[in-house]
C-alpha cells in the first residue's frame, strides 16, 4: 500500500503589495511545518510533490529537505485563480469562498470556477500518481480550496465547504491510498502530529513575524527544483 499524504500550506505573511502566490510561509507557519516534522509521520516519504506558489514551495522544501529529497514543482496543483480581484480584505475573501463552494459552477468576480479548478486538481493528481515510481508515502503540498475539491472528489461528495479543512491559519493534512484511491485518513491539524505543538502569544508571533515590506530570505527560491 502507497499512502499519499495531501498537505495544506499553513500561515502567511498577508501582503496587499505582493500578488498572492508570492506570499511565504510566516514565522507560525514554518514554525507548524517543522513541528509535523519533528514527529514520525512524514519520515518515511519518498518524494515531494508542490505547488509553484511561494507558501506552498516553503512548506515543501521544509519537508523535503530533511529527508535528503528535491521537491517537484507543479503548478496545476495551485490555489483557486484569484487574479481578477488579487488581495481582498478578510470579509470580503471569506465571503467569496464561501460562494465558491455554493455555487460551483460559477464565477465568483471573475474566480476560476469551482468545478474546472477541481478537474485540474483532480488531473494533476492522477499524473502524479502515474509518474511517481517512489517505493514510500509521497507529499503532495497544495492549497486549501483545491485540497477540498480534490477530497470532495475522492470522497466521492459534491463540492462542499463540509469536506474543507478549517483549522486557525490553514495546515491540513488528509491521506489516500494511491492505487485504490480511498481516503485512509480525513482532514487534521497538522500540528496533532507535532511531539510538543509550542504555542506563542499574539504578540510573540508578531514580533517575530518578517515584515511584509522586508525582503524573505527563502531557501526555496534558490534551491534547484524539477518540474512535471
Do not use: C
Amino acid at each position: 500500500m502507497k499512502t499519499v499524504y495531501v498537505i495544506t500550506h499553513p500561515d502567511v505573511v498577508i501582503d496587499p503589495n505582493v500578488p498572492v502566490p508570492q506570499w511565504p510561509l510566516s514565522a507560525r507557519g514554518r514554525e507548524r511545518m517543522a513541528g509535523i516534522m519533528s514527529g514520525q509521520l512524514l519520515k518515511q516519504v519518498t518524494a515531494v510533490y508542490s505547488s509553484d506558489e511561494q507558501k506552498a514551495l516553503d512548506g515543501a522544501w521544509m519537508i523535503a529537505k530533511p529527508l535528503g529529497l528535491k521537491v517537484a514543482k507543479v503548478p496545476t496543483l495551485g490555489e483557486i485563480d484569484r487574479s481578477s480581484t488579487g488581495y481582498l480584505p478578510r470579509e470580503k475573501h471569506d465571503h467569496n469562498a464561501k460562494l465558491l463552494f455554493e455555487y460551483p459552477h460559477d464565477s465568483i468576480d471573475g474566480w476560476e470556477i469551482a468545478i474546472e479548478a477541481q478537474y485540474r486538481m483532480v488531473t494533476t493528481v492522477y499524473r502524479i500518481l502515474e509518474f511517481d515510481k517512489t517505493a514510500g508515502p509521497i507529499v503532495i503540498m497544495t492549497h486549501g480550496a483545491v485540497g477540498s475539491f480534490l477530497y470532495s472528489h475522492l470522497k466521492k461528495h459534491k463540492i462542499s465547504l463540509a469536506d474543507s479543512p478549517d483549522f486557525p491559519g490553514g495546515g491540513g493534512i488528509f491521506s489516500f491510498e494511491a492505487k485504490s484511491l480511498e481516503v485512509l485518513t480525513g482532514w487534521q491539524d497538522i500540528d496533532v502530529f507535532a511531539p510538543k505543538v509550542v504555542t506563542r502569544s499574539k504578540s510573540e508571533s508578531d514580533e517575530n513575524q518578517p515584515s511584509p515590506h522586508a525582503p524573505v530570505v527563502n531557501e526555496a527560491r534558490n534551491s534547484p527544483e524539477t518540474r512535471i
